[in-house]
């Protein structure tokens, strides 16, 4: 078993997820800490990943009820007959254009383009509504079918015929409730997804990274033990680096950037991605 972030240097971390001020975990014993969400959405919660040893981390997190009533996904949808896949969109534009509340980056893909619209080649599979974009190869893939019944793959011959949306990633880092190993250990800004050993949760989370003085990044394995943490029994290593964005929509439906993503080297901008996974929710009835 690869040792988790805890036991490989994070003794001194603090940790808080919520939104606000937070409780920090009290050394190892993740079991005995309540994690705080917040509300966002009717089944959708938010909460803030932060720490200060043994480097500076910032990051945000979803759970996701998939037994919610109103709760449904939507992954990046093909092209049409144009050149490629997808066509390069930011995660605020597809969560804009699609009505969703909230969204992240997901699979890999081919190369960063700098205008939007240009085609893309998505690596690994990507499913929307039922359609297949492209094949799964050799790579894992996080997988959902039309009833929220989520399920996350080492590797697939076939696609499963219930695949409602699916998408790809770089590797499996947690599979029955322990981490893999798989990976690597450089420290990068990542998004990943986890479900919970009941089914019942989607977790999909965003860490910042290269950015002095915000957020150093995370190894492959620290994220395994954040999801071990949150409660995930299965998760997957999406696409990171300068893509990593999560976005929820705001009071008025406009997209709300609640990372900082670092497209180029830059702080706060959003690169262009192949492959996004939304999420619809109802609004809160406060918000109604």
Request: charged share 20%.
């Amino acid at each position: 078993m690869t040792p988790s972030f805890l036991q490989t240097g994070w003794r001194a971390a603090l940790l808080v997820l919520a939104l606000g001020a937070g409780t920090p975990l009290p050394g190892q014993d993740l079991a005995a800490v309540a994690v705080d969400w917040k509300p966002r959405f009717v089944g959708v919660e938010v909460a803030e990943v932060r720490a200060s040893e043994p480097r500076r981390l910032r990051g945000v997190a979803l759970r996701i009820d998939l037994r919610a009533e109103g709760v449904s996904f939507l992954a990046t949808p093909a092209n049409g007959e144009r050149p490629g896949e997808t066509d390069a969109q930011l995660t605020s534009a597809f969560l804009a254009e699609h009505g969703l509340q909230a969204a992240i980056n997901a699979a890999p893909f081919d190369r960063v383009h700098e205008q939007p619209g240009q085609p893309q080649d998505v690596r690994g599979l990507l499913v929307s509504e039922g359609k297949k974009v492209s094949r799964a190869g050799e790579s894992p893939a996080l997988l959902i079918d039309r009833k929220n019944r989520a399920w996350i793959e080492e590797s697939m011959s076939s696609v499963p015929a219930s695949a409602w949306n699916a998408v790809g990633g770089f590797a499996v880092i947690v599979e029955g409730g322990e981490p893999t190993g798989r990976g690597d250990q450089k420290l990068h800004p990542r998004t990943a997804a986890g479900v919970s050993k009941d089914g019942r949760w989607l977790f999909l989370v965003v860490i910042d990274g290269r950015q002095f003085g915000h957020s150093g990044g995370v190894s492959t394995a620290e994220l395994a033990s954040l999801f071990l943490h949150l409660g995930a029994w299965d998760a997957i290593n999406l696409d990171g680096g300068g893509t990593s964005t999560l976005v929820v929509a705001g009071l008025d439906g406009a997209p709300k950037i609640l990372n900082s993503p670092v497209h180029g080297g830059l702080p706060g901008r959003e690169r262009l991605s192949a492959c996004h996974l939304g999420v619809r929710a109802q609004p809160l009835p406060e918000n109604q």
